[in-house]
C-alpha cells in the first residue's frame, strides 16, 4: 500500500479538468517518470504556480466540486503520482478520473462542502498539512496552531484496492 | 419492477460482484487506440502479462496523431502495430484504413444493442447511440480488459431524457446536446447513465445519435444510451444480416434491451426541443452555452470541421449544402478533417469535397488531429476555432487557443462571415 498523507496543495475551483493536470500534448511519453515536470502546466489559478515550491512539495491535492473532468486520461493519477502525490480531498469528482485513482492505488476522497470550506481556511498556511488514515477513513489537518478531524467514506472495493495497491493484480489473480 | 436499459445489459454480463454495488461485467468488445493503449502495453509486458483475452473482440486504430508526426507518435504508433500483429488483432486499422476511432467502429458494424464496450477514450459513450453500455475508462482498466474481457463499475443509476419535438431549421442533434449539458452542467450525470427517448431521438439518423451521446461525458456520464429501434436495425443490417432471418426478426431481439415502462430512473428530464435555436459554447466548460443569436461580434481564425462528434456524412453534407458558391472569409482558415476514410470516399464521390475545397477549405485526412490539439490545425496563443468538436477546455486545441463548439451549419456559417454567425439564413 502506499503512503498517504503530507502538505496539501490547495486549488480552490471545480471543474478543474485533466488538461489543466497534464495538457494532451504530453500524452506520448511512454514512461510516467517523463510525465513529472509538466504537472498541472496548464492550469491558471490566482496565485498558483505550477512550478512553485508549494507544488512540489505537495503530497496531498485540495479541490473543489467535479475534479478531473474531461480526458479519460490516468496520465493524470500518474503526474500526481510521480511527483510524490496519493491523494486527492475534493467535493466530488469525475467518475473516470476516480476510479483511475483507486485503480492506481490512490485514494481520491470525498467531503462535503462545509468541511471543504473549513479545510480551505488553511490554504493560506505554509504549512498545512494533511494526515490520511484510509482503514480508518480519517482525515487531520494540522494548520498553524489549529488541528481538525473530518471522516471520509470510500467504497469497499475501492478501499480493497487502495490496499491491494491496484487493480491488475486483484483482477488477473480473480478473473 | 421494470429495468433501465444499463440494468439490463449490467444483469446479462454481471461476472461478479465483489462488494455490493460494483459490477464486475463481461465484455463484449475493447476498443483500443495508440494514445491510451501502448502505454497499457507497457505496463503489461513489464507486468510479464502481455497477453489478451480475445483477440476477436478487441479492436484497434490508429487514429489521435496519423500519419505519425515525430518520432514519438511513431512510437506509440508501432507499439499499438507490433501489438495488435503479435496477438492477431485483426481488426487492426492502420493508414489507408483508419479514422477517428469513435466514427470507425460503428461503420465497421462492431458495436451491437445489448454489448458493454470499453475504450481507453472518454468518448467511448458515443457507441450507446446503438443501445450499448459504453464508457471511457483509464489506462488499468485498460489493462484488465484486454487481459481479462472484464471491468467493474458502480451499478449505474439512471437519468431519462425525453426529448420531445421537431428540430426547428438549423438546429440539429449538437445543438439538442449542447442545451442539455446547459441545463444540467458539467457535472450533471456524473456516475449516471443517461439514457434518451422521445420522439426526437427516434426520428434521428444514427448519426444524430452518435452526436448526441457523444457528449455524455460532457455531463460527467458514464454513457449516452438510446433504445434500440428500427433505425438501428437498419444501419446493423449490412453486418447482421445473416444472423436474423428478417429485419423485424432482428428489431424483436434488439428490442429486449429497451428500457421496461416502470423502469426507475434517478431523475426524468423533459427536454421540448421545438424552441431550441443554434447554439454555441462562450467560455471554456461545455455547459456555458447561448442561442447563437446572444453572440454577436465574435471573430474567428479558424474553423473547424470534423471529430468524432460531428465529422460523419451528415454533418459534412450539411456544412457543404451552406458552403456552396460561398467563400471563407478572408480572415479564417477552414479545415476539414473526415472522420472516417469511408467517408472521405463518399464525400469526394459526392462532389463535396470539391465544395468545401472551392469554399477555400483544406481537406485534411481522418484524424483526431486539431481536436485534442496534437496536430493539423493546433491554434495560436489568443486565438480563436469555431468547432464542431466536443470539448472547449482551455488550451485544448493548442496553448492559449479558445474553442467555440456548435454544430457543422453553425461552425460553415461561421467560415462565411468570419465570425460566429447564424446558419438559418443559408438554409
Ligand atoms: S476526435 Fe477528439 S474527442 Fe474524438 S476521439 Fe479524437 S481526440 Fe477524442
Redesign the interface.
Known sequence: MKTFGGPALFLDRN?I?T??II???Y?????KEDLKPYILE?L?LPGFDPKGAKTKNARVVVSR??FG???????A?WVFEVNGITAVIAE??????R??MF??GMAAIELPKADLDQIFSHAADDDAAMDIDIEAGTLTVNGTGKQKTFTFDI???DK?LVLAG????Y??Q?? | MGKTTAEKIFEAHL??E?????K?LKLDVVLCHE??T??AI??LIR?N?DRVFDATRIKAVIDH?TPSK?T??A??AK?LRDWARRHGIKDFFDIGANGVCHALFPEKGFIRPGYTVIM???H?CTHGAFGAFAA??????L??GI??G?C?F?QPKTIKFNVNGTLPKGVYAKDVILHIIGKIG??GA??RVMEFHGDTIAAMTMESRMTLCNMAIEA?G?SGICQPDATTVEYLWPFIKDEFASKEAALADYSKWKADPDAEYDQTIDIDVTTLQPTVTFGY?PDQSKFVGDMPDSPVDQVYLGSCTNGRMEDLRIAARILKGRKVAPTVRGILSPATPKIQQEAIREGLIDIFMEAGFCVTNPTCGAC???SNGVLAEGEVCASTTN?N????MG?GGMVHLMSPATAAASAIEGKIADPRKYL
Open positions: 471543474d479538468n488538461d489543466e495538457p494532451a500534448k500524452l506520448t511519453e511512454i514512461t496548464d491558471k466540486a467535479n473532468c474531461g480526458s479519460s486520461r490516468e496520465h493519477p466530488s469528482f469525475a467518475r473516470i478520473f476510479q483511475n485503480n492506481c467504497s469497499p472495493f480493497a491496484g487493480w491488475v493484480d483482477a488477473d480473480k478473473y | 461476472v461478479d465483489p462488494f455490493p454495488g460494483t464486475v494514445i491510451t501502448p502505454i507497457d505496463d507486468r502479462k496523431v515525430d514519438k507518435t512510437t506509440q507499439i481507453g477514450d472518454s467511448t471511457g475508462i483509464g489506462t488499468t482498466d489493462e484488465v487481459l481479462k472484464v467493474a458502480r458539467v457535472n456524473t456516475d460527467g458514464t466548460k485534442l490539439g496534437m470539448r477546455f482551455m488550451g485544448r496553448k
